[in-house]
């Protein structure tokens, strides 16, 4: 009789799992929650300052976009030249997002592939920005975390040295919780009344049950 031939079970997918909510709402801290269960973070606020002072192909463009003034002899970014310039002029600050956004996806994208060989059952993406620039089109999973303003406010205030009117003017320039609640495959509410773990431990068990679907 013919031995049948030997097939490897198939491989489960590795899904991409985004973490996004505005300024103060708990992102970091709900990412802080899903590494310490193993899932590997990415952060592309991090990535993408490390991206700017080390991606040869980042560092020219910005060269060439802000002239030699953007570093400073020992290599290092100099930000509040940079954001001078960006601040008064809409157009470099699309072009310096059209250089490192693409740049971070690209980084993005190995990053999540090595953890996928390795056999990560997803990874999570935290970034503030990832309606806004389209890039939550690339997952396969998007959690909003949400806290009301005011709470945001009086937690920001508590971690950075700024003023109200500072954090309520970045707010004002970010979309919506409503409209960012709109593109949610779950929302944690981190409003300081609702346990935060058990919510991460909810979408982190829908989201093992999405990778067998996948299979
Ligand atoms: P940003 O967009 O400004 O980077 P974020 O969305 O990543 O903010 P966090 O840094 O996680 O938000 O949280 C903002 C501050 O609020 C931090 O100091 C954090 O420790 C605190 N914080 C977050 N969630 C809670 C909570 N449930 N209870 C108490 N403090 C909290």
Not at 65 to 76: I, K
Not at 144 to 170: G, K, N, S, Y
Request: hydrophobic share 40%.
């Amino acid at each position: 009789m013919p031995v049948p031939e030997q097939q490897s079970p198939p491989t489960p997918k590795c899904l991409r799992v985004g973490v996004t909510g505005g300024i103060g709402s708990g992102k970091t801290t709900v990412c802080r929650i899903f590494q310490s269960m193993g899932i590997p973070v990415y952060d592309a606020d991090t990535w993408a300052k490390w991206l700017i002072e080390n991606d040869p192909e980042v560092k020219n463009g910005i060269l060439d976009l802000f002239g030699p003034e953007a570093y400073n002899e020992a290599g290092s970014y100099q930000r509040a030249f940079i954001a001078g310039i960006v601040f008064q002029d809409p157009a470099k600050l699309a072009a310096l997002n059209a250089l490192v956004h693409p740049a971070v996806e690209r980084h993005g994208k190995s990053w999540h592939e090595e953890w996928a060989n390795k056999g990560a059952p997803y990874t999570v993406k935290e970034a503030a920005l990832m309606i806004e620039s389209g890039t939550y089109k690339h997952l396969d999973y998007l959690i909003v975390v949400t806290a009301p303003v005011e709470v945001r406010v009086e937690r920001v205030l508590r971690r950075d040295q700024t003023t109200e009117e500072q954090v309520r003017a970045r707010i004002n320039q970010q979309i919506t919780e409503a409209d960012r609640i709109k593109f949610a495959t779950f929302v944690i509410h981190n409003d300081g009344k609702r346990l935060l773990i058990p919510q991460v431990w909810q979408a982190h068990r829908l989201i093992l049950k999405q990778t067998l679907v996948q299979i």
